[in-house]
Structures are given as C-alpha cells and as structure tokens.
C-alpha cells in the first residue's frame, strides 16, 4: 500500500466531510452524535472537560484549508468557554484539554492577545492544583478527591510547558516535570500498562491506593487511559528533551502494541472478559497519534532510533487504516467520522461516538500528510 496516497485520500475525505459538518452545527459545541446529528452539550454544561475539541478540530480544518468558516467558529467556542474560565469551582485538571485546542491554538496561529490572556490563566489555574507534599496535580474538585490525580492529565502538562515557553517562569515547568515524576513512579506498572486513578494523602502525600477508575477493574488496563499515559509522555518529552518520559513512552506503547487484537480493532479494557466485546475507537485514535509522535521523535536521534521508530510507525499504521475501512463513517449527511468509541466500562452506554475521537482521527491523517497545527 502506498501510505501517503492513502493518508492524502483520507484527508481529502476529511475536508469533505468537515466543511458540511462545520456549517450545520456551526454554533454547536458537541460532545457526541447521535443518529448522526451532533447535540450541543454547551446548552447543558458548558464546563465539560470535552469542549475544547470543537474548536481544536476547526482550528486544524482552518490551517490545512484557511476556510475562514472554521476560524470563525474555533472563535466562538473560545469566547462560550469564558463562562467555564470564570467559574472558580468548575476548573480542574482538564484545562488543557480546553484551553489547548482552542486559545492557545488561536494565540498559536494568529498571535491573539484573547487567545494568550485565556491560556495563560487556564494555565494559572492549572499550577494551583499542584500540591507539593505529594508532587501531583489534584484532578477533581471537592473535599473527598484532594488527594486524586488521574492518567488523563498527562494530556494537560502541555499547558503548564506553554505557559512557561511564554512567560519564562520556570515554576510551571518544574510543577508539569514533578507530576510528570510521579506518574513514572505510581502509576506505569513494572509491564507498560498504566493505573487510570492513584490516590495520595494529599496532607502528607503518601500513596495510598490505586483506583480502577474508567476501565474494568483495579488493576485491569483501560484503553484509553494506556492511549493518555503514551501520548502524555512523549509530550512532555518533547517540551523537556528528558528521555526518561520518551522512554516511558515507548514502555507503554510497547504495551499497547503487544495487546492489540488480532482484528486491530481496541476494546475499552485489554482485560475485560473474553466474551465482552465492546471496543473504543477514541483509545485507537489517541494511542495511533501518540505512536506518530514517538517516531518522529525517535528518527531526530540517531541511525539506530530511526530503525526503531518503524515499530511504532507500523502499529499506527494498523490501526489507522484498519480503522478507516471497519469504523469511519464519511456519509456527509451524518455527523461524526469515528464510531464505536466508550467512555467508560461501567457506564450505561458503549460503542457511540464521541467529538474528541474525531479531533484525534483528523490529527492523526494530518500528521501523516503535513497538514497539522501541532497544539500541544
Ligand atoms: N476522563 C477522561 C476520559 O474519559 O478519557
């Protein structure tokens, strides 16, 4: 197969589809489609952690095709999340997830003050989190989860080393680094898997259990929890050049790569039952960008890391196509791309679409034909 003329097809495809997409739901901030047409959970909590990723994939469909329609709305979502900014108790460690994809991806792109005020103080808020006894940042808010720190906040440090690349003050890197530390420490097991939740005592900041969290069990390997901690890591590579996290990385890359079915589609837990079958495309979609990523850091280091960075290439590659053949829906009429994604193994609702699967679907095509706006 000729992987570039495919990726090219995929993405030609993509513009497609999101010009139509954009245009119908263009003051929309959706969260999932159903029968094909996207919600607008905006209306209902405008604070969902998922938010940003609207506004994340007008920001890439604006910078592969200067469609001002995208610009346009990326700017919208931006200006609604300042209900979310100004809302001390609805903040957490999910500001990344927001603020990235949108404002700072503004401020990236088109040098906007708005754009660098609202990252900055996502970014404040953020560092508040940190809690130095236990060197973590405090996921959730409420007095039972002080001591709470969660995988996905890997995906949110890339805020913390922004604001420090801006601003100079290198408390922001040493609070992403620490944190960082400690997720190397309590939550990457001895085999590449990840723990999805650790909690600490967050007055003395002792390690006190790991928590199943999103996935099947304690103890068990939450798809997109393995996806968070592998991206996660060769981000914070890339803003610190520390090995050690490109190496942690690869660990759980290396992980995922052993665990992946033989049909290449990923279930939500790669230790639920046998006879359980449901899949999440948003784990395929993350852990394939994160592998991109790690090869193409790898080919800058040497002969022997580029030979190398052909593993994590051919596993993207597995996923990506497998999953556009079996799993992506270009029916212009119908909203989302990626189907069969889950948000949690003990939810009440598995195998639907959700806005962030797309975001990192279209990241992953555009990183492969050059079109990406790196927002992280
Ligand atoms: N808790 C974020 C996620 O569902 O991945």
Redo the contacts with the bound molecule.
Sequence with gaps: MDELRWAEEVAEKITTKMRAVAERNRHKIPFKAVNGVYGDLAERNICW??NGFWGGIMWQMYNATKDDLYREIALEVEKKLDKNLMDARKLDH?NG?KWLPTAVANYKLTGDDDGFNRGLLAACNLAGRFNPAGNFIRAWNGEKSAGTA?I?CMMNLPLLYWAYEVNGDPKFLQMATAHANTVKQYFVREDGSVN?IVRFDAVTGEHLEDVG??GYAKGSSWT??QS?ALYGFVMSYIHTGDLSYLNTAKKVANYFIANIPENNLIPVDFKQPEDITWEDS?ATVVAACGMLEIERQLKKLGELEQNESKVYHRAAMRLLTTLERERCNWDTNMDQIVEKCT??YHGNDWEHTLV?ADYYFIEAIWKLTGRELYIW
């Design positions: 952690w998922t999910d997830f969660i996905d999805h969290g999103q997109r929890g968070w948003s948000t949690e962030y």
